[in-house]
């Protein structure tokens, strides 16, 4: 009995794999064939990439900062303190600058697709739109996955630099290191693959969010409540991804 | 005689439970055809697999002449481009104003320039009885009512051959009732229009239909004519139409259709 609940729990895990690389296919298959949707494109690229950048930027801030902190508590008993900036650049670059900027647009952006287009599928605006002629995966998916891919790694470029300059006014200001020193300790140990690494997951990660979102706003049903359920399932399968996917992905990498 | 829409012997099963079994109809040119039934017994299946909008499991749906199952995707696509739909809710897009939704179809569907699109979509408000100047609200701001006019203008800014209406008057006060009940008829009437409708409204049946189809479990179990209604020995209809608690239509078979 046991292992026939644990083998249904096992198909139905396979199955949902299948769904959602069917949805992906969908959306592919419609979306690089014209008319293209420029508007709704613009649109998404708005929402996701400009509306995003307050709630990025202060993550990175607040995070760059405590991180100098804490590094400067455990590297001055080692009196290694002139470690602390190229420690906090490539924590920030490689692993919290990503990690971070998806699970905050995650919360922010994926839980949004999921409730707009769970709202669209149970008031039968999905189903208006097919019988307008128009596909739906196209003009509520590709858009948004086009602008999440390519408009994640931009804001964890962004991350990287403002969680660094919020390590460097901690350092500077707070703890007296000397600025020229420590902006040479920063670039001195930087790579441009740190940069680049990171930018690389961002891109990943802002797929998984946006085809968990929105796969789980098509899979809405039962009205509001069902709304509510298809953006808690998005935004804990996706935060759950992304993690996965980090420990994955810093493996391939370094 | 030409026939629009041509079903034969559809049967759709879905989640295990038969939700159509077997239902044959067909629409003629320019005719009014109404189904009525109890709820949950399959009318809204019925219009969204002639929609293309749930796969059949059996049997054949025809749109003027051409098999569904015959047609690609793009076919499918221009087949949908001659239908018009009112939904139930009125199914307007809450993130744009009136007149973007009303031209959605024109400007996405068909390829129109926006600005000839907001010429038949201020044409076709008016023609609905509202005021262009309602263009830039929004849908959260209309009433019940309005939204239903402009879910209305939607359908018919396309030209559409066919359109569907699913429960057009539901949770509207009896005179917007008779309003979009005569906008309705105007619409097919009028523009010649062949319709699909489903509704619970006795008067609105009467106003809007040529012929009338019962459902009842998935099959349909009655077709005439709105005259023939009123005269029909069928106990089902008889008892549907006065809305009686006793009859063949009990609560114990109404919740065997699911």
Redesign the interface.
């Given at each position: 009995m046991f292992l026939v609940k644990i083998g249904e729990i096992f198909i139905a895990f396979l199955v949902s794999i299948g769904n959602v690389a069917v949805f992906f296919v969908k959306t592919m298959l419609a979306g690089i064939i014209p008319?293209y949707?420029y508007k709704q494109i613009a649109r998404q690229a708005v929402q996701i990439g400009y509306f995003s950048l307050p709630i990025v930027g202060l993550t990175a801030l607040f995070t760059g900062m405590a991180m100098t902190l804490q590094c400067y508590t455990g590297f001055s008993e080692f009196t290694a303190e002139t470690a602390i900036p190229s420690v906090v650049m490539i924590a920030i670059t490689r692993e919290l600058g990503p990690v971070l900027t998806a699970l905050m647009v995650t919360g922010r952006l994926g839980a949004s697709m999921t409730a707009?287009i769970g709202?669209?599928k149970v008031?039968?605006?999905i189903?208006?739109l097919?019988?307008?002629?128009?596909?739906s995966y196209k003009?509520l998916v590709f858009p948004r996955l086009l602008a999440s891919v390519t408009l994640l790694p931009l804001l964890v470029f962004i991350n990287d630099i403002v969680g660094i300059l919020g390590g460097y006014l901690v350092g500077v200001y707070y703890l007296d290191f000397n600025s020229a020193n420590y902006v040479h300790n920063t670039f001195s140990a930087m790579t441009s693959w740190d940069i680049l690494s990171g930018m690389l997951k961002g891109s990943v990660f802002g797929f998984i969010i946006c085809l968990m979102g929105c796969y789980s706003g098509y899979l809405s049903k039962e009205g509001a409540e069902g709304v509510g359920r298809a953006t808690i399932n998005s935004v804990v399968s996706s935060s759950i991804l992304i993690l996965l996917l980090d420990c994955i992905l810093t493996f391939i990498l370094f | 005689m030409e026939f629009v829409i041509e079903v034969e012997d559809l049967r759709v099963i879905l989640g295990g439970a038969v939700i159509l079994n077997g239902i044959s109809l067909r629409i003629a040119k320019g005719e009014s055809y109404v189904i009525i039934g109890e709820s949950g017994t399959g009318k809204s299946v019925l219009v969204k697999c002639i929609l293309g909008l749930i796969k059949p499991t059996s049997g054949t749906i025809k749109i003027n002449g051409r098999d569904l199952n015959d047609l690609t995707q793009k076919e499918m696509l221009v087949t949908l481009l001659r239908c018009g739909v009112l939904f139930q809710g009125g199914a307007l897009f809450d993130s744009m104003n009136v007149i973007d939704n009303v031209t959605f179809g024109l400007v996405y569907g068909y390829g129109k320039p926006v600005k000839e699109a907001y010429k038949v979509a201020v044409e076709k408000l008016e023609s609905v009885g509202l005021s262009p100047k309602i263009a830039k609200v929004f849908p959260a701001e209309l009433s019940g009512g309005m939204r239903k006019r402009v879910a209305l203008a939607r359908a018919i800014a396309t030209n559409p051959d066919i359109i569907f209406f699913d429960e057009p008057t539901s949770g509207l006060d009896p005179i917007t009732s008779a309003v979009i009940s005569e906008l309705i008829v105007q619409c097919t009437k009028g523009m010649g229009i062949s319709a699909l409708s489903i509704t619970h409204d006795m008067k609105s049946l009467r106003h809007i239909s040529d012929v009338i189809g019962l459902l009842h479990q998935g099959k349909k179990i009655w077709e005439g004519t709105k005259e023939e209604i009123d005269s029909t020995d069928n106990p089902y209809v008889r008892q549907f139409v006065a809305g009686a608690t006793v009859g063949p239509f009990t609560h114990a078979t109404h919740a065997k259709t699911r």
């Open positions: 008319p949707y707009e709202t669209m008031t039968e605006q189903d208006a097919k019988t307008l002629a128009v596909n003009y | -």
